[in-house]
């Protein structure tokens, strides 16, 4: 089959992108090249595979992640869809078991007809429409043609996994923050001050796998390796992932000094991820530090953490807001590779990314995603926000202010949250649909 489209990398947003134009009729070809290879990260030759957390985050209306997924649910995102039909218990979160998600990703991508599926690594993109969606573990030949956009990078790493059955449950609690969710979702490993001094200490000088200090800018604040955060300070973790709040261990009654959370990994529930430990430790270092945590002393790992490099392009300089490169209309790229970050972010711009392509395919000129939602502010902010280019996720930050001075912030969120779904519908009557 001749294609109207490449599509290259069978990640979130390759996915997401090759389901929505096959939908539309577009014959597809996606160039992913696992199982062949494997990035550093990707362990399955499976479609949108989920390198580390199942936690889609929040999908509270009044959240900026929650708004992001309504607007996706409005354009029909395929990912969501398959992320609600495998999800497993988290509070208010979006979490999946990642095995059946990308399972049924994998099934929707190899039962459609208009996909061709081309085991490969891919380099340098030919003459014809392309979106680029390999991810920020890029692999070679194609991330030495990247180079040519001015690549950079950022460090963040994996959080460990272990057995349900290896956790002792002598010291180990089931309970939600604040009472949310089924009371399954999280299981609470408590410290006592002692125990949470010890841990902190041995942690600041346990050693780390790679034998290099990162640069500050190098790590990307939202998925800090926990001894990063436990060497800001000795109350930097208490006040962080490890805080006690809204958790009262039923064991004594009273809220613990630390509690370190491990969420629910698969719907089985026999695998549990650390919350909040992503790490650049050594295995054994991770086992020894992580083991003075009384109720993990047994702890048996399914996966230890691990630290990566993730590739992004400059791309305010490099692309337009509809995730074209400036210099080549034919050529879009979506995904984290983008300079957006976060799993639904990835998703969303690969949906973005699709849309424009789909109006390009039929003739016509693309129209940018309203500012007032998340995903247009998104686009808007990758393609123009040049001073210092870090990849952004969801946050109320890139929309414009309201107009009015709201102080209540629950009203002013149901305003943001009106606004941006008022803004997505009329764009879609008007712009989508015709
Ligand atoms: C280690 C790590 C942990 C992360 N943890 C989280 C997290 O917990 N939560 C979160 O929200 N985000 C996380 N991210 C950030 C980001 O959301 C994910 O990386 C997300 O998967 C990005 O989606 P994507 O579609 O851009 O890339 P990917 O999902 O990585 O997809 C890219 C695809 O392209 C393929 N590919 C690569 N090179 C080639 C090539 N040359 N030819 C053909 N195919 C190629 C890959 O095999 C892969 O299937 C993490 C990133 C990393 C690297």
């Not at 995904?335 to 699709?354: H, P």
Request: charge should be neutral.
């Amino acid at each position: 089959m001749s294609a109207d489209i490449t599509i290259i990398g069978g990640g979130l947003a390759g996915s997401e992108a090759a389901l929505t134009l096959a939908s539309k009729g577009y014959k597809v070809r996606l160039v992913e090249c696992r199982p062949l290879s494997l990035t550093p990260a990707h362990l399955t030759g499976k479609y949108a595979e989920l390198v580390c957390s199942n936690s889609l985050k929040s999908v509270d209306h009044l959240t900026a992640h929650g708004l992001l997924k309504k607007e996706l649910e409005l354009l029909g995102s395929h990912l969501l869809e398959c992320a609600k039909l495998t999800q497993v218990s988290a509070g208010s979160a979006l979490a999946v078991d990642r095995e059946k998600f990308s399972s049924l990703v994998t099934q929707r991508i190899e039962n459609n007809d208009k996909i061709e599926r081309v085991n490969e690594l891919a380099g340098e993109p030919s003459c014809g429409y392309t979106i680029i969606a390999t991810g920020p573990l890029t692999m070679p030949p194609l991330s030495n043609w990247l180079k040519k956009l001015g690549t950079m990078h950022f460090y963040d790493a994996e959080a460990p996994i272990v057995s349900f059955d290896s956790i002792d449950m002598e010291s180990a609690y089931f309970a939600s923050r604040y009472g949310k969710g089924d009371g399954k979702d999280y299981l609470n490993c408590p410290l006592s001050k002692d125990e949470y001094i010890e841990f902190v200490k041995e942690l600041n000088s346990a050693e780390t796998a790679v034998k290099r200090s990162f640069e500050k800018k190098e790590i990307f604040e939202g998925c800090m390796p926990v001894e990063v955060m436990a060497g800001r300070g000795l109350d930097s973790l208490r006040f962080g992932p490890l805080k006690p709040v809204g958790l009262t261990n039923p064991k004594t009654g009273k809220r613990d000094y630390a509690v370190v959370q491990l969420r629910k990994e698969n719907a089985a529930g026999d695998m549990y991820n650390i919350v909040g430990f992503q790490t650049n430790l050594k295995y054994n270092e991770q086992k020894r530090v992580f083991g003075l945590i009384p109720a993990l002393k047994n702890a048996e790992y399914y996966r230890y953490g691990v630290m990566h490099r993730n590739t992004y392009i400059d791309s305010p300089s490099s692309l337009d807001q509809f995730f074209r490169l400036k210099n080549n209309e034919k050529v879009f790229i979506a995904g984290q590779l983008s300079g957006v970050e976060g799993y639904v972010e990835s998703i969303a711009s690969g949906k973005m990314a699709a849309l424009h392509a789909i109006r390009v395919l039929e003739g016509k000129a693309p129209v940018p995603l309203p500012l007032e939602t998340i995903m247009g502010a998104l686009a808007r902010y990758i393609s123009t926000e040049s001073s210092n280019f870090q990849p952004m996720n969801a946050n109320y930050g890139l929309l414009p202010p309201l107009g009015e001075d709201i102080r209540d912030k629950s009203l002013k969120k149901e305003k943001i949250y009106a606004r941006s779904i008022n803004s997505m519908t009329k764009y879609m009557e008007s712009i989508l649909w015709n």
